[in-house]
């Protein structure tokens, strides 16, 4: 089965800073990968999607990355703030009905 | 209210009890999904459901069962619940096709098996 990686280690990073997130896929290219937001005690909410015939996505302070040829997707929060401190988690859909997640890092953005 | 809703929210059992957890949905989507998440492991996939009609195995679906008892309606049952199955259940939904496939989850159960 599809494997989807992500850094187990807690993300630790100043106010104002980007934030960069890691998200890798193991054999062949998902659809799509799409990336959410976990707090504490919650479900998941929908952040962003990209497409596997793009390169970059972007909204508002977010952007995501898609390299096919690395097998990896990369999430950016600029000028983070605390508000911004969850576990963001990365989903990629394959055939078109099976969603795979990671385990989600944690990100902590400290004033 | 919420679009998506799990009862209970909290459950604690003994070993070899039957449970069932209940998800509902208000959006009137096709397609609904349970999860389980476990510290260090992320979302794991039990079964999904594209309709009433229409049920599949996930990754971890042994000892597990699921029912579509209509199309708002997805109830995941541990037959025999034994202490590996403690864990925090999430019910998703999605509608074919439409935009970025967004899943819409619910706030989640957390069961304990004794």
């Known amino acids: 089965s599809q494997k989807i990686e992500q850094n187990s280690e807690a993300l630790n990073i100043q106010e104002g800073k980007t934030a960069t997130l890691t998200c890798n896929y193991t054999n062949y290219s998902p659809a799509y990968l799409q990336w959410y937001r976990q707090d504490p005690g919650r479900g998941p909410v929908f952040l962003l999607l990209i497409r596997e015939n793009e390169k970059e996505k972007r909204k508002e302070r977010l952007k995501v990355t898609f390299d096919t040829t690395l097998k990896q997707s990369l999430f950016h929060i600029t000028a983070s703030q605390p508000a911004d401190s969850a576990t963001y988690l990365c989903?990629?859909?394959?055939?078109?009905?099976?969603?795979?997640f990671g385990s989600g890092t944690k990100l902590n953005v400290k004033p | 209210d919420a679009d998506v809703t799990q009862t209970p929210r909290n459950r604690i059992t003994k070993t070899g009890k039957r449970i069932m957890l209940e998800c509902s949905q208000t959006?009137?989507?096709?397609?609904m999904y349970w999860y389980r998440q476990d510290p260090g492991l992320g979302l794991r996939l039990i079964y999904y459901s594209f309709d009433v009609k229409d049920i599949n195995k996930g990754e971890i679906s042994d000892g597990y069962s699921v029912s579509r008892q209509a199309q708002a309606k997805f109830s995941l049952s541990l037959e025999s619940a034994i202490p590996n199955q403690t864990a925090l259940y999430f019910c998703?939904?999605?509608?074919?096709?439409?935009?970025?496939?967004?899943?819409?989850f619910g706030p989640g159960t957390r069961l304990t098996v004794l």
């Open positions: 959006k009137g989507h096709d397609r």
């Open positions: 989903a990629a859909l394959y055939n078109f009905n099976k969603f795979y």
């Open positions: 998703a939904t999605t509608e074919e096709g439409a935009g970025d496939n967004e899943q819409f």
